[in-house]
């Protein structure tokens, strides 16, 4: 018999490695369940033809015998994202959160305060004028949510890294964790918080973040699965101690990348 060499396929790399993650040895892989993970989920997803998906599928039985280095492949944390043009936008963006969207916490802009903790040099809190002034970076980029759908969304803010050197932050440090004001939280890994397309963001498609994308400020991160960029960030740490997650604590995997 040949041996199989895996090789990238004239296909769309999402859709693919929504399916490469069913393939590789993941936790989650039980709970995200099987509705996304079917040929007809991932033609609902990425409106591929049927031809493509069982191009997708041939590739992905050779893909599930890979070892460690074709997953970091996959999940190279220098890798960019694709972006996209704002004709391509999904409106209305949806709406996503372990509640409905009448309950999104209101946060008070006026007194609000983001603190900073854990690794950093300077654990000042920060208003949100001064998150405001900090070099301005805009994304269209998609956003992947596990239960079965993906949008296209426009995201403003500051690159986070910008942020990071402004608090001194250990970038040595493995971790950075986020609390959120509906107690939701998230962690991540320090080269996905230092990757060019990870932005804290304050606006959404050029006006101010409303309250259901996630006021005052969203960490978005367009090479992560949805349930990883943090909405209402009100606190941001730097630590060595795996800080776990939300979704993650109940199963769903930590380094959730798309
Ligand atoms: N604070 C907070 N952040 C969150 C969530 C949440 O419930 N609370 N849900 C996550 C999930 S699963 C998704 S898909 C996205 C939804 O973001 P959106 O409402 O802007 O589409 O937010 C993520 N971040
Ligand atoms: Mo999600």
Not at 213 to 242: A, H, S, W
């Amino acid at each position: 018999m040949q041996p199989i060499k895996p090789k990238r396929p004239n296909i769309d790399r999402e859709s693919l490695l929504i399916d490469v993650r069913r393939e590789l040895d993941m936790p989650a892989r039980r709970l995200f369940g099987k509705r996304i993970l079917t040929l007809g989920g991932l033609a609902m997803l990425t409106g591929c033809s049927l031809s493509d998906n069982t191009s997708v599928e041939n590739f992905l039985v050779k893909v599930s015998r890979i070892n460690d280095s074709v997953q970091a492949w996959l999940f190279d944390p220098t890798r960019l994202a694709p972006t996209y043009t704002e004709a391509q936008i999904t409106r209305p963006f949806p709406f996503n959160g372990f509640y409905d969207e009448d309950e999104a916490p209101i946060v008070d802009g006026s007194d609000f305060r983001l603190k900073v903790s854990g690794l950093v040099q300077n654990k000042r809190p920060w208003t949100l004028p001064e998150l405001s002034a900090l070099p301005k970076a805009e994304q269209i980029t998609r956003h992947i949510c596990v239960e079965g759908w993906s949008a296209i969304g426009r995201w403003g803010g500051t690159p986070f890294s910008e942020f990071l050197k402004r608090v001194g932050a250990d970038t040595s440090a493995r971790y950075v964790g986020f609390k959120c004001a509906d107690n939701y939280y998230e962690s991540i890994d320090m080269p996905t918080a230092l990757h060019p397309q990870t932005l804290l963001t304050f606006t959404y498609d050029g006006q101010q973040l409303p309250t259901k994308y996630g006021y005052p400020m969203k960490l978005r991160m367009p090479t992560k699965l949805g349930y990883k960029n943090p909405k209402y960030v009100t606190e941001i740490f730097v630590t060595n101690t795996y800080p776990g997650g939300y979704w993650v604590d109940q199963g769903y995997n930590w380094f959730g990348g798309s």
